[in-house]
Every structure is written in structure tokens, then in C-alpha cells.
């Protein structure tokens, strides 16, 4: 995930110079050595740092993550007010300035209050039928309003070569369907909050008390139908259960209401035929829903969804707002700045050109071939694995192998740049850039059809602090500003970037293999390429990881969903025992003796240091509470430690032995890829 050469740089006063000292890549400070490491890992490796890294106010966590992040958007500052300066350097520069200034044009933006978005209230307020509303429904969602439900064009999972319309389950506003449904006392109160929430919104448009809170109580009641035909998450990532192809018209029959040929051609994609749908059932319950609500009531469910849609962008009585909600939601205390806010928005809307101003400036070639050299030597260790596998067959090994050989690379940044053209970028016009950003991205998307499909095009941007993989182009993508410190670092030793960034390659490669994305063959198609004995094979030791993961409790009372974080589970076993193979191939992997000690640490002991460190971070409990319903990752104490306990080579570096609270029986340990 993550490459950067760091230094402290100290100030020799005395004599006037600057003198370099080399990072404590394994810091003993930052550990707490009073805990036994065979008790708890992640508490030893970074019990100190933990306690004097409180969380920003202005966060809803702290870690590892959250430092790049900060560096990240520093970076993405320093290029937006160069640009914002620049008149002479044309286009790019004109267009990620611009949309910075207008972003930071708090004043104007102050003074034009709900302006921006009283056109659409109006078009909504003429909607006096049904067929108006759906006719409402598909131009809001070409201006980049989507509502109800999802519509996107992406690959046909089963025949990845070409782009098809699919639709997906959608229309609510709270994190998860559980949200709305459940009757214990946060749920009762983030519902609480929310109708409260509401009713202030629409005021703010110039609602009185008790239309506003009617107008809630219809948000409250359509959205909660919505929430109670929606498929779990847990079943959202079953690519089989979610791929249900379908005629156009066998599509409308399922809704006698919708005209979907109608629908799709004034969406853009005129001439579709087939489409794909996520649930079937959730669109029978759609069209229900919309045949029995009074048009009144459907007018509320659009004005809701501009209001929600352009909040963040509007003036400051609805900013706040917004993020007086939000911190019922997460506990976070204070706003996050506004240029954060404004440079993340430019990252996703236009990251394609901030993107090439981040990588002309901070990301270092060597560092893309460094990383290749890396990828390299993970592969050929996964390469081992599959072939010492004593529980698969040759058959399905020779396949595995297959796909393992065909992943593609992308390292940093894109061989080609989107060009936005025909996005309009108004230095005093923040909202209209917006909108004007937004309406190119969904034409962008409706423009793939009939197409072939790009598979240099990437899911990130080179500002972004993350990696990948892509199950349908079978690929594994890692952007610039993961390549940084404690994932990467030029002047560390292997044990630190095989342990860090090395963890994150062999992750990345082994969703490819987890519970879904093993289903995807070596093109990305979608197709059982697995012999039953070896599916049955797998699933036994992917259940024992759910099991295990089960196990694990988070603010006392709440557990883990084994199920739900199961793909990431099975990819960070699998990452870590990859990249400690590969590194002991390396010359420090190899290393033993006083001579290998770096800091009094052996090259095993930093190896698994490194681990422990990247997964660092203090969250506040009504995130980390939002976090287990909805955030497929378990927490980082848990990452952390949940595949230690399952490598052997952990054990022998700490001496971990029965009677410490992370030991488990040789037999018992997990072994999978």
C-alpha cells in the first residue's frame, strides 16, 4: 500500500548546518514492551504509539493510514494553490486551480445560500404524476442526481469483454439497511437523529416546523421500505447471487409501473437490450413502492435527495448541518478543513489531471521499478505455495497458476490521462463545477457502451492512499501514495517493506483467491474453473477463518462478522505468509546471528514489526460501531493479530509458547494459500 523515503531532519544550531538522521523504521518507543508478545501482538508492537497518538477532532480515527492520508492531502494542497497562482500553464493547471478557488470562495458560496439548487426544486415541484416522476427521475440521474436505486455501465462479469447497463439496490440514506431496521438503543437513536436531521434540512429550504417534519416522516417511511428489500451486505458479496441477466422487457414485466426501455433511453443508452441486476426482488418491492406512494410523497423522497446531494456544497447553515448528523454517526468532534474537504473532492473528480501534477512532483520512477522487482517476488513465492498445496489437486493447481502468472500491474499511475473535456471549471461558480464534474463522470460511464473495454483505465487515483485488486480485469493496482512509509521505504531494510508493502502485494494477489474472487478466472470471467473435491477443500479452511474472525469482540459487546470480512480475512492470511516467504529469500531474510540485529531486533522479529505497525490506529467508538456493520476489513487489532496467530515463523521470532492468550496448537493454526 504504501512507499516513502522519511527523514528527521535536525537543526545543528552551533554550527549552522543540517544534518540527516536515518528513520528508526522499528521505533522501541512506540512499542510497549511490558506486554508479552505472544499475548497480544499489536498492543506490544504499538501499545506506546497508541497512547500518544490521540485522534484528531477533526478525525473519526488516527493511524497509519490517516498519517499518509495527511501527507497525502498536504501534497494535493501545495499543487492546488500553485495551480490556483498559475495563468500561464493551460489547461490543467486552469482547471484544478479554478475548482480549488471556487471551493475556497467561502464568501460567495455563503452569499448564494440554497441558490444553486433551486432550479431542480422547482422542476420537481411541476412533477404532478407518475410518468412525470420516473421522466424527473432519469434526468436527475443524468445530471448526476441518482436516486432509488443504482444505475451504472460496467463489465459483463461473465463476459468481461463487454459493457452492459446494470442496476443495483440502492435509495437509502444510512450507512446500512441494519440501520433502519434494527430496535436496540444506538439504532433508535441514530434513527432519532436522523428524523431530527431531516426536519432541519428542509427548514433550511424554507420549510415550516411542521411541513419539515412531515416531509421526514416520509423520508423515514419510504426509505425504511426501501431498507427492508434490500439484500444484506453479507449476501452482497456473493458474484453469483448478485448477477441475475435480463432482458429489457423481461425486466420491465418485473415492474409494470417502469418502462425500462424508456428509462434506459433517456438515461443515454439508448438500443440496450440486455441488462444485469443486482436483486430482482428489491425492484419487484421498488415498484410497489412507487405505485402505492402519493406523488406528493415522491416529490418529498426527490427534494430530499437534491437537498442531501448538495449539502456539502452549499452554504454554511447546510454544511453544518450535514456534519452535525455525520457526528451522530461517527463521534467526530469538529469539521474536517475546509481545503481537505475541497482537495478530496478535486482528487475525486478530477483526478486524473491532479493526479499528473502528484506524480510529476512526488512519485519517483525507481520507485515504480522497485515495485515491479517486489511484485515479481511475491509472485514467484505464490507461485510455490500453489504448487505445495497438499490439499488441491494438479488439475486445479495448473489453473490457479494460470490466473496467478496472468494478473496485470499497474504500479503508481495510469499509462493514459482523462482529459475531462467538456467539463467547465468557473473560478466563482463552486457548485456549478460540481455539477459540471459530475455530469462529465456519468457520461463518461454511458459513453463505454458498444465499446471495447479499457482495462488500462484504474479504480484510484495516484493520490490515494489504498491498493486493489479487480476481479473481472484480473489485476492488482497500487497508486503512488501507498508506496510511502511504513509500507515502503527506500533506505529500509527488506524486512520492513516485506513486511509492509511486501504484506500488501500478497493481499492484493490473494483476493484473487479469497471466497469470491476465486471464482473469476484467469480472464476475470466469472466461471467455475475449481474440481468440487478442491472447492470443498478450500471452503473448510475459509470457514475456519470466519470462525475464527467470529471470535473477536469490539467495544466489549459487539463481534466481528466473520462473514462479512471474510474475502479481507483470507487476504491477509494469505499476504503475510507470501511476503514472509518471499523475504526469506532476500539476503537479510537469510541472515541469523548478532550481525542481523537492527536496532536489537532480529530480521524475523522486524518482518513481523513491520506487519504490526501498518495496522496502527485509535478509532472512536461511534465509528468503530458503524465500522463493524458495514466495513468489510476487521479492525486493525485484529488484522494484525488474527493472521499472526496462524504462522508458524511468528511463534519461533517471539518465542510464543502454550499459556500465551495468542497461542494456538500447531494443528490448529490455518494455513490456506
Given at each position: 500500500m504504501t512507499k516513502r523515503v522519511t527523514f528527521l531532519l535536525a537543526i545543528a544550531a552551533t554550527v549552522g548546518i543540517i544534518a540527516a538522521v536515518p528513520q528508526k523504521f522499528i521505533d522501541p518507543q512506540n512499542m510497549d514492551l511490558s506486554v508479552k508478545p505472544g499475548d497480544n501482538f499489536y498492543q506490544y508492537a504499538n501499545g506506546s504509539w497508541l497512547k500518544k497518538n490521540a485522534i484528531p477532532a477533526s478525525k473519526t480515527s488516527w493511524g497509519s493510514f490517516n498519517e499518509l492520508r495527511e501527507k497525502s492531502l498536504d501534497a494535493m494542497k501545495s499543487l492546488l494553490e500553485e495551480a490556483s497562482k498559475t495563468t500561464t500553464k493551460g489547461r490543467l493547471y486552469q482547471m484544478v486551480g479554478d475548482y480549488y478557488v471556487s471551493g475556497m470562495d467561502s464568501a460567495t458560496i455563503e452569499q448564494r445560500g440554497f441558490d444553486p439548487i433551486k432550479p431542480d426544486l422547482a422542476r420537481i415541484e411541476k412533477v404532478n404524476n407518475k410518468a412525470a416522476f420516473l421522466d424527473e427521475l432519469a434526468y436527475q440521474r443524468t445530471q448526476s442526481n441518482g436516486m432509488l436505486f443504482g444505475f451504472f455501465v460496467g463489465?459483463?462479469?461473465?463476459?468481461?469483454?463487454?459493457?452492459?447497463?446494470?442496476?443495483?439496490?440502492?435509495?437509502?440514506?444510512?450507512?446500512?439497511?441494519?440501520?433502519?431496521?434494527?430496535?436496540?438503543?444506538?439504532?433508535?437513536k441514530i434513527r432519532n437523529a436522523y428524523h431530527d436531521n431531516l426536519t432541519k434540512m428542509f427548514a433550511l429550504i424554507g420549510e415550516e416546523p411542521t411541513q419539515a417534519a412531515q416531509d421526514a416522516d416520509v423520508i423515514m417511511r419510504v426509505e425504511t421500505a426501501l431498507a427492508k428489500a434490500q439484500m444484506p451486505r453479507v449476501d452482497l458479496r456473493d458474484p453469483y447471487k448478485t448477477y441475475n441477466k435480463l432482458t429489457v422487457s423481461g425486466f420491465s414485466k418485473l415492474t409494470p409501473s417502469i418502462n425500462w426501455a424508456d428509462q434506459l433511453t433517456k438515461y443515454g443508452a439508448k438500443g440496450q437490450d440486455t441488462i444485469l441486476v443486482q436483486?430482482?426482488?428489491?425492484?419487484?418491492?421498488?415498484?410497489?413502492?412507487?405505485?402505492?406512494?402519493?406523488?406528493?410523497?415522491?416529490?418529498?423522497?426527490?427534494?430530499?435527495?437534491?437537498?442531501?446531494?448538495?449539502?456539502?456544497?452549499?452554504?454554511?447553515?447546510?454544511?453544518?448541518?450535514?456534519?452535525?448528523?455525520?457526528?451522530?454517526?461517527?463521534?467526530?468532534?469538529?469539521q474536517t478543513p475546509r481545503w481537505q474537504r475541497i482537495s478530496s473532492l478535486i482528487d475525486g473528480s478530477l483526478g486524473d489531471l491532479l493526479g499528473q501534477l502528484y506524480v510529476q512532483k512526488y512519485f519517483k520512477p525507481e520507485a515504480k521499478q522497485r515495485m515491479l522487482t517486489l511484485v515479481d517476488n511475491l509472485e514467484a513465492s505464490y507461485k510455490e505455495h500453489i504448487k505445495n498445496l497438499d490439499w488441491m489437486s494438479e488439475d486445479t493447481k495448473r489453473k490457479a497458476l494460470t490466473k496467478l502468472l496472468s494478473f496485470r500491474r499497474k504500479i503508481g499511475?495510469?499509462?493514459?490521462?482523462?482529459?475531462?473535456?467538456?467539463?467547465?471549471?468557473?473560478?466563482?461558480?463552486?457548485?456549478?463545477?460540481?455539477?459540471s464534474a459530475g455530469k462529465w463522470s456519468y457520461n463518461y460511464m454511458i459513453n463505454r457502451l458498444g465499446k471495447p473495454v479499457d482495462k488500462t483505465?484504474?479504480?484510484?487515483?495516484?493520490?490515494?492512499?489504498?491498493?486493489?485488486?479487480?476481479?473481472?480485469?484480473?489485476?492488482?493496482?497500487?497508486?503512488?501514495?501507498?508506496?510511502?512509509?511504513?509500507?515502503?521505504?527506500?533506505?529500509?531494510?527488506?524486512?520492513?517493506?516485506?513486511?509492509?508493502?511486501?504484506?500488501v502485494i500478497g493481499h492484493e494477489m490473494t483476493h484473487g483467491f479469497d471466497d469470491s474472487g476465486r471464482q473469476y478466472d484467469a480472464d476475470g470471467t466469472l466461471r467455475d474453473w475449481w474440481t468440487k473435491a478442491d472447492a470443498d477443500n478450500f471452503?473448510?479452511?475459509?470457514?475456519?477463518?470466519?470462525?475464527?474472525?467470529?471470535?473477536?469482540?469490539?467495544?466489549?459487546?459487539i463481534k466481528v462478522n466473520g462473514q462479512l470480512t471474510l474475502g479481507e480475512n483470507l487476504a491477509d492470511l494469505g499476504g503475510l505468509a507470501i511476503a514472509y516467504d518471499a523475504f526469506k529469500k532476500t539476503a537479510q531474510g537469510k541472515s541469523s546471528g548478532k550481525k542481523s540485529l537492527i536496532d536489537g531486533f532480529s530480521p524475523d522479529q522486524r518482518f513481523f514489526l513491520s506487519w504490526a505497525q501498518v495496522w496502527r490506529i485509535n478509532v472512536l467508538p461511534e465509528t468503530e460501531a458503524q465500522l463493524i456493520m458495514t466495513d468489510p476489513h476487521a479492525p486493525g487489532l485484529y488484522r494484525c493479530n488474527g493472521p499472526l496467530s496462524n504462522i508458524n515463523a511468528w511463534y519461533q521470532a517471539f518465542n510464543v509458547q502454550p499459556g500465551d492468550k495468542m497461542y494456538k496448537k500447531p494443528e490448529d493454526r490455518i494455513k490456506v494459500w
Open positions: 463489465q459483463d462479469r461473465k463476459n468481461v469483454t463487454k459493457y452492459l447497463p446494470q442496476f443495483s439496490q440502492g435509495g437509502t440514506t444510512l450507512p446500512d439497511r441494519d440501520y433502519y431496521l434494527k430496535s436496540d438503543a444506538r439504532s433508535l436483486s430482482p426482488a428489491f425492484f419487484r418491492s421498488l415498484d410497489s413502492l412507487v405505485t402505492a406512494t402519493p406523488i406528493e410523497e415522491l416529490r418529498t423522497y426527490m427534494r430530499w435527495n437534491i437537498l442531501k446531494g448538495s449539502a456539502p456544497y452549499l452554504s454554511d447553515a447546510f454544511v453544518k448541518q450535514n456534519f452535525a448528523f455525520s457526528r451522530v454517526l461517527t463521534g467526530q468532534k469538529e499511475y495510469p499509462d493514459k490521462w482523462k482529459n475531462y473535456e467538456g467539463v467547465v471549471i468557473d473560478r466563482t461558480d463552486y457548485y456549478g463545477n460540481v455539477k483505465e484504474w479504480g484510484m487515483t495516484p493520490p490515494t492512499v489504498n491498493a486493489y485488486y479487480n476481479p473481472v480485469n484480473n489485476e492488482i493496482a497500487f497508486p503512488a501514495a501507498i508506496l510511502q512509509f511504513p509500507f515502503f521505504d527506500f533506505n529500509a531494510d527488506d524486512a520492513i517493506n516485506y513486511g509492509g508493502i511486501g504484506a471452503k473448510k479452511r475459509a470457514d475456519q477463518v470466519k470462525e475464527q474472525f467470529f471470535g473477536f469482540k469490539v467495544l466489549d459487546s
